[in-house]
């Protein structure tokens, strides 16, 4: 088996077939049960796309997930979210003839949620663009929680389908998101070591590029280069700074330079289109608005205010 086979699965039916589950029985909405997976799909590594939306409570012991170069074990449940279009790897470790699955994973296509209030909500909720190892660690409480509404799911569209079926499983499903969003608020704070380990990267990243002349050169980095730089997603990374900042990072990163732009001013000579430039505005008007919109006063203003 090519170790770079890659399945793209187009509907919930062509998933089931693939993993050698009886058909689904609703075409647009599938529960699936971990341990009905008996095996993986490929022998080697092989990744995996969905046009539908999963959301996945999984225990898998000697398997590997990974997005990107990154590595996450599943020995312990956890949470995680994928939108359509996204890529999924797995790794199978060698030498155990053990495989073991537990948890479950709810399939939605999109054609389900249409005209549903959840078809727009669904996509504010960032954790659906976060990556695979920056999953949801739930407490016992919690994983209790989400299994109950689950469960729910899948006995509504497994009973007799009548024309409250679909609002039934909808307010279900948006119960899941909600307190899945209140988790990952929570995860921010309890696991503070590693989000400030982030942030202590973070403001190491941006020192660096703005004191090697990057600024002049590139301009200000995007969320994207940051997000890449730290080995996070960048829907992670901003919605680790609103929790713990109240900002996301564009608005940090404006922050960051607005500071800059306050020191230049109060301690040298150089004008201002001159800062300007220093700090990758290619026009003036540019940079003042900001400034402006930031510190209520325009940078001539504020420097004059040292005199």
Known sequence: MNSKQLFHFHTITEYHRAAGLPKPTHPLISLVHMEDLSKPMAEDAFSMIYD???????RVTNTKFKYGQQVQDFDEGVLFFMSPGQVFGVEIEKGNGSYKREGWMILIHPDFLWNTPVAKTIKQYEFFNYSVYEALFLS??????????????????????????????IAQLELLLTYSERF????????????????????????????????????????????????????????LLKSLTGQNTQQ???????????????????????IAYELGFEHLQSFSKLFKTKTNFSPMEFRQSFN
């Open 52 to 58: 539908f939306y999963s959301i996945a409570m999984k």
């Open 140 to 169: 016992d409480k919690e994983e209790t929680m989400l299994n109950t509404i689950a469960q729910s799911i899948e006995q509504e569209y497994q009973g007799n389908i009548d024309r409250f079926s679909q609002s039934v499983i």
């Open 184 to 239: 990952y608020q929570r995860q921010f704070i309890t696991r503070k070591v590693t989000s400030h380990e982030i942030l202590s990267k973070l403001e190491d990243l941006l020192t660096h590029y703005f004191t090697s002349g990057a600024l002049v050169e590139k301009g200000l980095p995007s969320v994207t280069y940051i997000a890449e730089n730290l080995n996070i997603s960048p829907g992670y990374l901003s919605s």
């Open 252 to 274: 940090h990163l404006h922050n960051k330079l607005i500071e800059l732009a306050k020191q230049k001013l109060s301690t040298t000579n150089l004008s201002v289109s001159e």
